[in-house]
């Protein structure tokens, strides 16, 4: 069975500066997804970024990049210049290709940003 | 875009009601959802995932005959809490499928209280 581990229960980062938040995950799956969500005090789970288990390149959108070390299997998120509004839950998650991409998530990390 | 709605967004009952909870897909159609329990400073776990026109695949643990699934159109499932107690007390949250992509974009939730 798959498993993702976010190791980092809560983080602290200074506004502007960048931070990373870690996940690590297990599957004998070679065909999977990853993928990182925000969720901010009111609960809505806001997609961040997806890589693909086959994708070359670290994916990045906007000021997210995932470091995606497929040998280590682990997906940090990063994210750069961090703003006090990035304060949030972030999760990580895995999909099975051939398991109907459901996905199973890590137990997330709590990010708050200092002024 | 990809907008998911969920309504209600808040709901208090008592115990022994039922409590039907809407997922809506806006923008896209989703013949996929997947309905999520979250518990205060937990993870997401998933509860089932809802096809359209066929009965829903329930995660093991999670009673069939008490959280009733419909996914009765492509933009539309429904949650149906059945003589709910007090710990089903949760965060519920229900996410989509855009065609074949993996992505699955989450609607707000609801916040179920069970008195």
């Known amino acids: 069975a798959q498993k993702i581990t976010q190791t980092q229960p809560g983080m602290f980062v200074q506004e502007k500066e960048a931070v990373t938040l870690d996940c690590t995950y297990d599957?004998?799956?070679?065909?999977?997804?990853l993928f990182w969500y925000k969720q901010p005090s009111s609960g809505e789970m806001i997609f961040l970024i997806y890589?693909?288990?086959?994708?070359?390149q670290n994916a990045t959108e906007g000021r997210y990049s995932l470091n995606f070390q497929k040998a280590r299997k682990s997906a940090n998120l990063v994210i750069s210049a961090s703003q006090l509004g990035d304060s949030a839950m972030y999760f990580c998650?895995?999909?099975?290709?051939?398991?109907?991409?459901?996905?199973?998530f890590g137990g997330g990390t709590r990010l708050m940003v200092k002024p | 875009g990809a907008v998911v709605s969920q309504h209600p967004s808040r709901v208090i009952c008592k115990s022994g009601t039922s409590v039907k909870i809407e997922c809506r897909s806006l923008?896209?159609?989703?013949?996929?959802m997947f309905w999520y329990r979250q518990f205060p400073k937990q993870s997401l776990m998933l509860m089932a995932t809802?096809?359209?026109?066929?009965?829903?695949?329930?995660e093991q643990g999670v009673e069939k005959d008490k959280f009733l699934i419909n996914h009765a159109s492509l933009t539309l499932s429904t949650l149906t809490v059945t003589s709910a107690h007090p710990e089903d007390s949760s965060f519920y949250i229900c996410?989509?499928?855009?065609?074949?992509?993996?992505?699955?974009?989450f609607g707000p939730g609801t916040r179920l209280l069970v008195l």
């Open positions: 998650a895995m999909s099975l290709n051939n398991a109907g991409n459901m996905l199973t």
């Open positions: 809802s096809n359209e026109g066929s009965k829903a695949t329930y």
């Open positions: 996410s989509a499928q855009k065609g074949n992509q993996e992505t699955q974009y």
């Open positions: 923008d896209f159609q989703a013949t996929t």
């Open positions: 599957t004998s799956d070679p065909s999977y997804g």
């Open positions: 890589q693909g288990s086959y994708d070359q």
